[in-house]
């Protein structure tokens, strides 16, 4: 079946634009997860959802990273007042539910100029 | 706050050699313990998931263990190949009860280079 797909592949901003990322899950997992991966942090959590309510948002780096998940399905991560810190992989996951094994998307890579 | 550290950090080996990589976590309250692979500028393939009360699991050449108690995981590849290249990464998730539930935290990698 379908894996986790993830859009767009690669996006490329200036500074200070918004972006949104985009995540479509496995077809009937219900958990979604965000992740980041950059060269000098590694890969580091940033949200997940069960459902459509996000239990844990401890990951997101500031009050300009935002997440949404409707439908209990696809999931937009959105980033505010884009900085050149924000340069990095954005990975998405997916579980059939929470405490399962998490497949992954292959990632947007973001560059902000 | 859970660390997850990978050693070595990168390994180069001639094809045919059985290799161990290393994992290590400093909280043992974990759930489970997931190892992936990642090959350059993609995503994420899950290898082997160990939940907390396994000690090990199998999938073709590759074995993993999990010593929850001492806080490590060691992932045994055998007969490698060349197409094992790749960044391995081990990941823990903490024990069920918190909102930090489906949180994995991950190590650093190990990446890996077969040569023929």
């Known amino acids: 079946g379908a894996g986790v797909s993830q859009s767009p592949s690669n996006k490329v901003t200036e500074k200070g634009k918004d972006v949104e990322l985009r995540c479509d899950p496995i077809s009937g997992h219900t958990a979604l997860y965000w992740y980041r991966q950059s060269l000098g942090q590694g890969l580091e959590f940033l949200i997940y959802?069960?459902?459509?309510?996000?239990?844990?948002k401890s990951g997101l780096p500031s009050d300009r990273f935002s997440a949404e998940r409707t439908g209990g399905s696809v999931s937009t991560l959105t980033i505010q007042r884009t900085q050149q810190e924000d340069s990095a992989v954005y990975l998405c996951a997916s579980s059939l539910d929470t405490g399962y094994e998490q497949y992954f998307g292959p990632g947007t890579r973001l560059t902000v100029t | 706050k859970q660390e997850v550290t990978q050693i070595p950090a990168a390994l180069s080996v001639p094809e045919g050699e059985n290799l161990v990589l290393n994992c290590s976590f400093t909280?043992?309250?974990?759930?489970?313990l997931q190892w992936f692979r990642q090959d350059p500028g993609k995503g994420l393939t899950s290898l082997l998931l160990?939940?907390?009360?396994?000690r090990e699991q199998t999938s073709g050449r590759l074995n993993a263990s999990l010593d929850k108690s001492s806080g490590r995981s060691t992932l045994y590849i055998a007969a490698s190949q060349p197409g094992d290249s790749a960044t391995y990464l081990c990941?823990?998730?903490?024990?069920?009860?918190?909102?930090?539930?489906?949180?994995?935290?991950f190590g650093q990698g190990t990446i890996l280079t077969v040569h023929p």
């Open positions: 990941a823990v998730r903490p024990d069920a009860g918190g909102t930090s539930y489906g949180k994995l935290t």
């Open positions: 160990i939940q907390s009360s396994q």
């Open positions: 909280d043992s309250a974990i759930y489970n």
């Open positions: 959802f069960q459902g459509n309510s996000a239990p844990d």
